[in-house]
């Protein structure tokens, strides 16, 4: 299958980038890895007059660890995110998440940012993002915005991108060196999008819980934190903590989609399990069994 005829521009910078865009308008789409992309063009889901490739953007290249956190720039591709011994220290959900997505050949040219801006609400990166807090660099013509994870994603395959922006970078913040964290999730095959997930950070002092995030994918129209289930968990004893319990907490409410895959009730059941089960990971003591 063949996609409809486009202009294909491979500008050098990323200004070039935001003029090509803003010259184009709704016309042109943004190309990173082309994995989500190019097979919805292939199968004549969407067709676009230009797509602007931004992956030959030096400046959209950089992966910077700090003592702040982690900054990926937009042509980071997933399997940097594996092979960057670093982050394990500086952002370890980064690499726990990568392993998770498709397979080698998908993470080879498939893009952080990528992900993040194609907002699928099974996908895990989104969900690390509004785990972690990150902030999103959004460059459009007029300059750079910031906008917290947390308002980025709207819907289903939607952000609040303008068409005449991208998604340059995104910062996450670094935890604790004392936080745990764990991805977890249920596909029907290694390597298919997840019927549900959960994202887990968990920072202690030792005795009670000090911090914790849960992040839910594909029980949504969006990545969701577990609020309830945060509050819950926040002040609890690490060795009395009731996971089961937490985990109910973390699904009650919810209303996930259904498809041939998974119902609705399904889903949220397999929610819960995956939630239990990160907690569980990462509650369990430095050292232990993995
Ligand atoms: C068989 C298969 C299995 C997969 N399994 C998983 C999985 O388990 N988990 C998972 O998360 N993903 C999975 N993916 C998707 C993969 O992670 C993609 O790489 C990712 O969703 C999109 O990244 P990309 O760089 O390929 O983006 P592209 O395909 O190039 O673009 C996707 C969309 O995002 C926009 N876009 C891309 N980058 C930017 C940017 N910087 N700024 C603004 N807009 C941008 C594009 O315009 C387009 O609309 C799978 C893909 C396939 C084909």
Wanted: proline share 6%.
């Amino acid at each position: 299958v063949k996609p409809a005829p486009f202009t294909y521009l491979a500008p050098a910078t990323l200004g070039e980038v935001t003029a090509e865009l803003a010259e184009w308008g709704d016309d042109a789409k943004v190309l990173a890895g082309g994995q989500s992309l190019v097979p919805m063009l292939n199968l004549r889901l969407t067709r676009f007059d230009a797509l602007v490739d931004i992956t030959g953007v030096d400046e959209l290249r950089a992966l910077d660890i700090t003592d702040d956190g982690v900054r990926v720039g937009a042509a980071t591709r997933h399997h940097v995110l594996e092979e960057t011994p670093e982050l394990w220290e500086a952002a370890p959900l980064l690499p726990l998440a990568a392993a998770h997505i498709g397979h080698f050949q998908i993470r080879n040219r498939g893009t952080v940012c990528g992900s993040v801006a194609h907002a699928d609400p099974a996908a895990e990166l989104p969900a690390v993002s509004i785990v972690l807090g990150a902030q999103m660099e959004v460059a459009g013509p007029g300059g750079t915005r910031q906008v917290d994870a947390a308002d980025f994603f709207t819907g289903t395959w939607t952000t609040v991108l303008d068409s005449d922006e991208v998604l340059a970078a995104i910062r996450f913040p670094r935890w604790a060196s004392t936080a745990r964290f764990a991805v977890e999730e249920v596909a029907r095959r290694e390597g298919d999008f997840a019927i549900a997930g959960a994202v887990v950070a968990i920072d202690t002092d030792g005795q009670a819980i000090t911090r914790a995030a849960i992040g839910l994918f594909g029980l949504g129209e969006t990545p969701l934190r577990a609020r309830a289930a945060e509050a819950a968990l926040t002040g609890a004893s690490v060795s009395s903590v009731d996971l089961e319990e937490v985990a109910r907490l973390a699904v009650d409410g919810l209303d996930p989609p259904e498809d041939l895959h998974a119902s609705s009730g399904l889903r949220a059941r397999i929610g819960a399990a995956v939630v239990q089960r990160g907690l569980a990971r990462a509650l369990r003591p430095a050292g232990g069994p993995s």
